[in-house]
């Protein structure tokens, strides 16, 4: 061997072992114009073309027409089945033969009645294999049929992959026919395509890529591709090459095959189902030819959506499973947004799916998933390990901007204090494809050398599903342990972070939120999505309160269970992590508004029946009662009637905590509102809390605290400044907005109705005015004031057809502080108001939950809103974020009329004792009326929490016991806490739970005769099982 001169010439011996195998050039005589056989045509091909997505069972009783290969069919989003009569000629006895199909469009083939594999030409998947090796007494003739939806893997964008989808595009199938496929050639070719990527890899600064050279070019040597004998002496060279070992200290690869399907981006969620069935059954006919080839798979939801449409896949699913080679991961819902979701739905998201990963699997996952989210609630460690979850992996924070993050594996610190091992792989990615750049890139990028030695590789195409192929699978194969590249296992989540926990000592910790330098213009874009998201999980806690008051008020009620589940999968399907954020197409959106609505409707009938069944007696002297479903006492205006009424009649409510008061209708505030219009059109309203002095144009030239004459307003400044910003990012339109953007401000000054009095105070004071943003968009604000109430409302509606701008309002306040503060989930983090270092102005758009707050010693001014999440602060200015108008992937998204509520509140002392928290709730959450109430009813509280800072968010029936209540309560404030539950409800016994409702194993916990006491640490979450009398 080796013994013909062999120049010193690297570029032509790895030219020429590429042109060997190249599928462009010689493949009249190289390796690889010999992959494919003979071919025969089909039988007979037909089909049937439909709008709809219907099952195979009503798809084979249509009438089928002649198909010819090369016919164009369409539009975008129809499915056209396929009827394939096929006969194996009989001289290709021996023969592995496929059936080869190519189209644009995404197929399923059926055999028998049941889903067989997933055909996808931009996931690698042409051929389906009809026998490995034909043989005498095998059935020569078969009927087949081929399901092809009418989008490719990533939709159908017209022009680019996030442009809006084509509506009309036409499909076609290029290619269908009988072929034999010689294997020995495919195996030779995977031999040659690993050291060729071996030889360009290592480079010319390493051995071993000259090793792989010159075996390369011997390979070509000793390969005759027209004679298939010279094979074997080629692959054994390959084969020794690949066998030649590392030493130890290698790093280890843990492949895992993966397959990332976006529960909805660019096609609509119908659609996600056949992604699942065409990914999924592909994987489970790998496993049947890879004995050792290990799956991992997150989203309860497609489960349950594969269950419910492919039950015979699901089973085999299921049997996987059993085998440790299907692995369920992630423990959610769905992979949800990271950052907009609340509290209680981060809790849910990981409660239903946990629930049906045990009741279909058997365990629970030990590992949460999000590999593609933008960006990671810093409450989210305390809320894994109150699901029985201790590690998390994602890689999208190598997407960031502007810094590089420093780990790949470390510990991962909550505000709370928990911590998870946090593995991100060094490839960058969540699917690769087993190829040498993917080992390489893997040891090169991993930035915890030497305190990490293992890491994951997830293989397989993603986001528009795919997975895994045979190719990927044995390209690993060939390299489990070759000298020059990381060793390889295939492995499990279980397998790699085991060894990662195993020798951990070594490794850093990051405390706090893992915020992504990307995509923040998904804070604000699809506003009408957030504005569901936060009414439907407003709704549903209201639902949940009212209905376990109820059931234990009335023996009589029962308590919804099931619908509420329904509700609740419907809410956390749409914090899917490209629907909440905004990034899906039109069709998605349309359907997200539908599944709000359903939940709004639905959800409006259980709380009027809850409250019914709490009230009911009162027919003969019935009046209007109040709920309220926070535990603290409030006292607040409220509107008696509906919405849009105009002089509305309102009345002032005292209610108690978790309770109900009838309204009284002649109760005076202590201080009527004032409102007095001055001389040059100037308003001033207030309330003996707050003064306000606002502008014809609406703008706050004035905001004190009438106790302290302390002002909110920034000398020479206005509050409530609307602003204009130009908003055209780099390539992702609407998930980015960039930094340049503020180099565009444009205030709004152009008044189309100044400032008028609307109403004129006592229990109300309100100024309404209309500003046109362009020749397309108005804003029209009312600004309240009401009786006994600390904060000033703006009631805002906005027409809004703008191109690529970006609505904000401003309030440049009187304040100095390093950072401002923002609340997130169960809790709330600073983040800088200054732009020292990249880190700091990295963050200039940042997304918050109901709050946040810009205070200096003593005072401080918070910014409470209905249905936003997106803010800045630079130096003394809050901002919040209201609209945006990108055109990608959804032409339309946030035109047309949007409402929205924020509130400004100044306050003296820190946020915290101010109650800012609480005055943020009661924006969100409002006091429910309930009609016919008896007069008599006396004010009742259910529930109440002594001490600060401790707030009691959720009480709903525990998930396996009836005549139980689970409560959730967590520290608000960030300091340790001691406080007492107190109920009005009997209780038999009281336990701490997890997340899962699982009671705690040291056993119950004490009820003293003022309630049950409780101690909290910072930002603590404490669920509770009550056992009811
Ligand atoms: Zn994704």
């Known amino acids: ?410 510990f991962w610190e909550g505000i709370d204090g928990s911590r998870v091992l946090t593995h991100f792989p060094p490839g960058n990615s969540y699917e690769m494809k087993g190829k040498v750049e993917d080992l390489v890139n893997t040891v090169k990028n991993n930035k915890d050398k030497g305190r990490a030695n293992h890491s994951a590789v997830l293989f397989g195409f993603g986001d528009g599903g795919g997975g895994p192929t045979q190719l990927m699978l044995d390209r690993l194969e060939r390299v489990w342990d070759t000298d020059g590249l990381p060793k390889v296992c295939m492995s499990s989540p279980e397998g790699l972070f085991r060894a990662l926990q195993d020798d951990s000592g070594l490794l850093c910790t990051w405390s706090g939120e893992l915020f992504l330098e990307l995509h923040n213009g998904t804070y604000t874009t699809q506003a009408k999505i957030k504005r569901g998201n936060r009414q439907c999980e407003v709704l549903l806690h209201d639902v949940e309160v009212s209905s376990c008051l109820a059931m234990c008020q009335n023996k009589t009620f029962s308590y919804p269970a099931t619908k509420l589940q329904e509700m609740w999968r419907l809410l956390l399907l749409n914090q899917f992590h490209d629907v909440l954020p905004g990034s899906c197409i039109e069709m998605v959106v349309d359907d997200a508004l539908v599944y709000y609505k359903e939940v709004e409707s639905s959800g409006t009938r259980l709380l009027e029946e809850a409250c019914k069944a709490l009230v009911s007696g009162g027919q003969a002297d019935a009046c209007t009662a109040v709920l309220n479903t926070l535990a603290w006492e409030r006292t607040e205006v409220v509107s008696l009637t509906e919405e849009g009424t105009a002089p509305p009649k309102l009345a002032l409510v005292k209610v108690p905590s978790v309770g109900l008061a009838v309204i009284q209708e002649d109760v005076t505030p202590s201080f009527p509102v004032t409102i007095t219009t001055q001389a040059n059109g100037t308003v001033h309203m207030e309330n003996g809390i707050l003064r306000a002095v606002l502008d014809q144009r609406g703008c706050l030239v004035s905001l004190s605290l009438v106790n302290t004459n302390r002002e909110a307003i920034a000398d020479g400044c206005l509050g409530n400044q609307f602003v204009v910003f130009d908003d055209v990012p780099l390539y992702w339109d609407a998930w980015d907005v960039m930094d340049y953007h503020f180099q565009t401000r444009k205030p709004v000054l152009e008044v189309v109705k100044p400032a008028t009095v609307m109403s004129s105070g006592g229990l109300r004071g309100s100024v309404c005015f209309s500003l046109r943003v362009s020749g397309h968009s108005t804003i029209t604000q009312e600004v309240i004031l009401d009786a006994e109430c600390p904060y000033l409302k703006f009631s805002t509606q906005v027409e809004w057809a703008e191109s690529h701008k970006f609505l904000k309002v401003e309030f440049p306040v009187r304040v100095r502080s390093p950072n401002a503060t923002y609340e997130i989930q169960f809790g709330h983090l600073q983040r800088p108001t200054h732009r020292n270092t990249s880190w700091d102005w990295a963050r200039f758009e940042v997304w918050g939950h109901k709050w946040a707050d810009l205070s200096e010693h003593g005072f401080g001014v918070a910014v409470l809103n209905d249905c936003k999440y997106g803010y800045s602060c630079h130096q003394n200015t809050l901002t919040l974020s209201l609209l945006r108008a990108p055109k990608a992937p959804d032409v339309h998204a946030d035109m047309g009329s949007h409402r929205f509520t924020y509130a400004l509140m100044p306050h003296m002392g820190c946020f915290q004792e101010a109650n800012v928290i609480q005055c943020a709730y009661n924006l969100n959450f409002p006091l429910r009326l309930m009609p016919k109430a008896a007069s008599h009813q006396q004010p009742w509280s259910a529930f109440s929490v002594s001490g600060d800072g401790v707030i009691l968010e959720t009480i709903k029936q525990a998930e396996a016991q009836n005549n139980a209540l689970v409560v959730r309560l967590y520290e608000s404030h960030g300091g340790s806490a001691s406080v007492t539950l107190s109920t009005r409800l009997a209780l038999r016994e009281a336990w701490h739970c997890d997340l899962l409702e699982r009671p705690d194993p040291k056993g119950g916990v004490p009820i003293t005769s003022s309630g049950i006491p409780l101690d909290f640490r910072p930002f603590q979450v404490r669920s509770l099982l009550l056992h009811l009398e």
């Open 1 to 410: 061997m080796y013994h013909q001169p062999v120049l010193k010439n690297r570029r032509t011996l790895l030219e020429r072992a590429e042109k060997f195998i190249s599928d462009i050039y010689f493949t009249d005589c190289n390796l690889r114009g010999r992959l494919y056989g003979d071919t025969c045509p089909l039988q007979s091909l037909s089909s049937f073309l439909t709008p709809k997505r219907i099952p195979f069972s009503e798809a084979v009783t249509q009438t089928f027409q002649p198909y010819t290969v090369g016919d164009s069919f369409g539009p975008t989003w129809w499915t056209c089945w396929f009827k394939l009569s096929l006969t194996i000629p009989d001289k290709w006895r021996g023969k592995e033969v496929h059936l080869r199909w190519e189209s644009d469009g995404e197929g399923m083939v059926w055999k028998d009645g049941e889903p067989v594999q997933g055909l996808t030409k931009e996931g690698e998947k042409t051929s389906y294999i009809l026998t490995e090796r034909f043989q005498d007494g095998e059935p020569h003739s078969m009927t087949l049929y081929v399901e092809l939806a009418c989008n490719g893997l990533f939709g159908a964008g017209q022009g680019s992959m996030i442009a809006a989808p084509d509506p009309n595009r036409k499909f076609s199938v290029q290619k269908a026919d009988l072929v034999v496929f010689n294997r020995d050639v495919r195996e030779l070719l995977t031999d040659f395509e690993m050291l060729v990527d071996i030889i360009k890899l290592l480079g010319e600064g390493d051995q071993r890529g000259f090793q792989a050279l010159f075996t390369a070019n011997e390979m070509v040597n000793l390969c005759d591709p027209a004679n298939p004998s010279t094979f074997p002496a080629a692959r054994n060279l390959a084969q020794k090459f690949f066998s030649q070992r590392n030493g130890e200290s290698q790093h280890v690869v843990h492949a895992m095959g993966h397959c990332h399907i976006d529960s909805a981006w660019l096609w609509p969620y119908e659609e996600t189902i056949r992604k699942c069935g065409r990914s999924w059954v592909t994987v489970i006919r790998l496993m049947e030819k890879n004995p050792n080839f290990i799956f991992t798979c997150s989203q309860a939801q497609q489960f349950q959506w594969v269950k419910e449409w492919y039950p015979g896949l699901f089973s085999q699913i299921q049997r996987f499973v059993q085998k440790g080679r299907f692995i369920p991961v992630g423990g959610t819902w769905v992979e949800m947004d990271g950052n907009l979701p609340s509290g209680e739905s981060m809790v849910r998201q990981f409660l239903e799916g946990q629930n049906f990963f045990k009741a279909e699997f058997g365990n629970y996952c030990k590992e949460f998933w999000l590999p593609d989210t933008f960006g990671y609630s810093a409450q989210l460690p305390q809320m894994m390990q109150g699901c029985g979850i201790t590690r998390f992996l994602t890689q999208k924070l190598s997407w960031n901007l502007v810094n590089t993050f420093p780990h790949n594996t470390f």
